[in-house]
């Protein structure tokens, strides 16, 4: 006769479920002191977890599996699925595999590693800060008591002491970007996260970082690179196109001779090469070409004729690397200035030379605005996406961009028979003009402005 089947009053704990496993006529587990259920599967070596509410008679809601979630981890997240019930009944009552906090940063990083939709310079910015910041912090913090509280105890309030602001909000955004992607990829089933801000830990406002370059320095600055060029050339023309293109590292060490069109006065940059994955074209003014045109006779000179303007020094047929040019940066900075602080020169040579507004320098900056976005620097109304994704403005400031538009295509291709708005008189010219006659030879700054009027 089969022996009838039964549940097993215990103290739950993996050994009590290993150690009945081998009873085919025990079927059931439960312990007195919670409102929980283990139920054996039909291979013993295997189980779930159930919660068991009273509410008009029993109702058992799944919360895990054996031995996916263990007994001390099913107990420890007790608390925080009878919290989650109580708020909204209908809620799940499931419980992650994980116990610790530091397991899903552990997953995520090495998910990280062979992320190739993300840049390299990202990939390894968000290792740094799982490596250096929130491990340390917070590996063995239990997964259930993940919490605002916990995380200003454990990790916020320690760093901004030690921090800048701006670094403790981006690490604080990249623990909140791994908690997104678990959720999604249903590794968790809550997201602890959900709904916090670094606003809840800090009223204080993240200053943005002043510039230490001003247009009026910058003369002085090309002239000291006029005598570098001799021996370091390619080095001052990075510097170069940075200064009078606003461009990313990346996007100028990267740069083609095939994507730069002299004749044309463009340089094309394509997207795979871009922060925004967007293509660009910029337009190069009669003494950028002329400066590339002494640049590239240099290089012919020295016996390079290959694709990139910026080669790799030790290995042949590779563009100059990251560290190669922010190594470049540290010489002629000297600590003084960096790579972006060149890049806003840009906004105030074209808010102060060309009386734009502050919309046309952040799209010079290639700063994604959407379509309606409206102008905050000057007057106009909404900007216009125009054909291959780029924006201009309309209204007001939408005749000063035209005419601007005009002035630099009769400048450069006077033979071009130009449509658009006729612009106005008196419009001043960029100050990039003096600027790059300091390095060309045989003229002079203020030689290069007059014969330009």
């Keep these: 006769m089969t022996a009838p089947l039964k549940t097993l009053t215990v103290k739950l704990s993996d050994a009590a479920i290993k150690q009945h496993a081998n009873d085919?006529?025990?079927?059931?587990?439960?312990?007195?002191?919670h409102p929980l259920r283990f139920?054996?599967?039909?291979?013993?070596?295997?189980?779930?977890?159930?919660?068991?509410?009273?509410?008009?008679?029993?109702k058992w809601k799944k919360a895990a599996n054996w031995p996916d979630v263990p007994a001390r981890v099913m107990l420890d997240s007790l608390p925080v699925v009878q919290a989650r019930l109580l708020a909204d009944p209908t809620a799940a009552a499931t419980v992650d595999g994980w116990e610790r906090v530091g397991q899903v940063l552990e997953w995520y990083?090495?998910?990280?590693?062979?992320?190739?939709?993300?840049?390299?310079?990202?990939?390894?910015?968000?290792?740094?800060?799982?490596?250096?910041?929130?491990?340390?912090?917070?590996?063995?913090?239990p997964l259930c008591k993940l919490n605002a509280d916990t995380l200003d105890r454990h990790l916020i309030w320690h760093m901004q002491a030690e921090y800048s602001l701006s670094y403790v909000k981006s690490v604080l955004d990249v623990l909140k970007?791994?908690?997104?992607?678990?959720?999604?990829?249903?590794?968790?089933?809550?997201?602890?996260?959900?709904?916090?801000?670094?606003?809840?830990?800090?009223?204080?406002?993240?200053?943005?970082?002043?510039?230490?370059?001003?247009?009026?320095?910058?003369?002085?600055?090309?002239?000291?690179?006029?005598?570098a060029f001799a021996e370091d050339p390619a080095a001052v023309t990075l510097l170069v196109l940075m200064l009078t293109h606003a461009t990313r590292i990346t996007e100028s060490r990267l740069a083609k001779w095939k994507n730069v069109h002299l004749d044309a006065g463009e340089w094309f940059i394509p997207a795979d090469d871009t922060k925004s994955k967007r293509d660009h074209l910029l337009p190069l003014t009669t003494q950028v070409v002329a400066y590339l045109e002494r640049y590239r006779d240099r290089q012919l000179a020295d016996g390079y004729?290959?694709?990139?303007?910026?080669?790799?020094?030790s290995r042949a047929g590779r563009p100059m690397s990251r560290s190669q040019a922010f190594n470049i940066f540290s010489r002629f900075g000297a600590g003084e200035w960096t790579s972006h602080d060149l890049r806003k020169l840009a906004p105030s040579t074209c808010l102060n030379d060309l009386s734009c507004s502050a919309d046309m320098a952040r799209e010079k900056l290639l700063v994604a605005l959407g379509s309606t976005a409206t102008p905050t620097g000057?007057?106009?109304?909404?900007?216009?996406?125009?054909?291959?994704?780029?924006?201009?403005?309309?209204?007001?400031?939408?005749?000063?961009?035209?005419?601007?538009?005009?002035?630099?295509?009769?400048?450069?291709?006077?033979?071009?028979?130009?449509?658009?708005?006729?612009?106005g008189a008196d419009?001043?010219?960029?100050?990039?003009?003096?600027?790059?006659?300091?390095?060309?030879?045989?003229?002079?700054?203020?030689?290069?402005h007059g014969s330009a009027q």
């Design 427 to 448: 419009r001043r010219r960029c100050r990039s003009a003096q600027w790059l006659a300091v390095i060309l030879p045989g003229r002079h700054p203020r030689a290069a």
């Design 177 to 227: 970007v791994v908690f997104g992607a678990a959720l999604t990829l249903k590794k968790i089933t809550v997201n602890p996260l959900l709904g916090v801000s670094f606003s809840h830990f800090t009223k204080a406002k993240i200053k943005p970082k002043g510039a230490r370059l001003r247009h009026v320095a910058v003369v002085d600055l090309l002239a000291e690179w006029g005598e």
């Design 24 to 33: 085919p006529s025990i079927t059931e587990l439960k312990d007195p002191r």
């Design 39 to 58: 139920r054996y599967r039909h291979d013993r070596n295997k189980g779930s977890w159930h919660l068991v509410r009273f509410d008009k008679g029993a």
């Design 378 to 423: 000057g007057p106009g109304g909404p900007l216009h996406r125009g054909r291959g994704g780029s924006f201009r403005p309309t209204g007001h400031a939408g005749d000063q961009w035209q005419g601007q538009r005009y002035a630099w295509q009769r400048q450069n291709h006077p033979q071009r028979q130009l449509g658009g708005r006729q612009p």
């Design 109 to 141: 990083a090495a998910r990280l590693k062979t992320d190739n939709s993300l840049s390299k310079s990202r990939r390894g910015s968000s290792l740094s800060a799982i490596r250096c910041q929130l491990l340390p912090a917070l590996s063995d913090l």
């Design 305 to 313: 004729d290959g694709a990139y303007l910026f080669p790799a020094t």
